[in-house]
């Protein structure tokens, strides 16, 4: 069965500096979406960044990257000159790509800025 | 932009009432998502559907289920609702198989069971 597993329940950032949430997952399947997610404080979940295994590529969404390491299973999100308004709690999360099939998401990181 | 709505952003109800979460997407989404989620155990699926009345089982299904009678309405039911079913459930949609998407949220249900 397929898991993803943040290891940092939190962390901390002084603002303008870059921070990076890890993530790794554990699958079978060759074709996926991995996924990052932002939830603000009271707020609505919404994607950060989004990338195909198919692709050697790592995402960037402006201030947002990734660091996609398909052999070893792992997708790191790092952002840089942090804002107050990155405050928020991060979901990692895989979808196989040729079925409907279910999200999977991580337990999440929660993301302090520092003023 | 695609919009997923929650009938309700705060719920209470009475232990061993039957609970209706509403949710409706207008992008004509073929799947749609019901999840749990509670401090540091993340999101969770209960339900999700794929297609108008099918619908299948997540990681915590038991005590709840679901209804789809229209593609865009997906239905959580909490057939009598316990104090343990005092959450936030979140709703979701995406596109189905093989395109190349994510998934988008409601707002959010909170929960209180009393």
């Known amino acids: 069965a397929q898991t993803v597993t943040q290891s940092q329940p939190e962390m901390s950032v002084q603002e303008a500096e870059t921070v990076t949430l890890s993530c790794t997952y554990d699958t079978s399947e060759s074709d996926y979406y991995l996924f990052w997610y932002k939830q603000p404080p009271s707020r609505q979940m919404i994607l950060v960044i989004r990338?195909?295994?198919?692709?050697?590529q790592n995402a960037t969404e402006n201030r947002f990257s990734v660091n996609f390491q398909k052999a070893a299973k792992s997708f790191s999100l790092k952002i840089s000159d942090s804002q107050l308004g990155d405050a928020a709690m991060y979901f990692c999360a895989y979808r196989w790509m040729n079925r409907d099939d279910k999200i999977i998401f991580g337990k999440g990181t929660r993301l302090h800025i520092l003023p | 932009d695609v919009k997923v709505t929650q009938s309700s952003r705060y719920l209470v109800k009475r232990t061993g009432e039957k609970v209706f979460l509403e949710c409706v997407q207008d992008m004509d989404h073929e799947n749609m998502f019901w999840y749990r989620q509670d401090p540091g155990l993340g999101l969770r699926l209960i339900y999700f559907s794929y297609d108008v009345k099918m619908k299948e089982k997540g990681d915590i299904p038991e005590g709840y289920s679901v209804s789809r009678e229209k593609k865009e309405r997906f239905s959580l039911i909490l057939e009598s609702a316990s104090t343990n079913q005092t959450s936030m459930y979140l709703c979701a949609s995406s596109l189905g198989a093989g395109m190349n998407t994510e998934a988008f949220f409601g707002q959010g249900t909170r929960l209180t069971v009393v």
């Open positions: 990338q195909e295994a198919y692709k050697q």
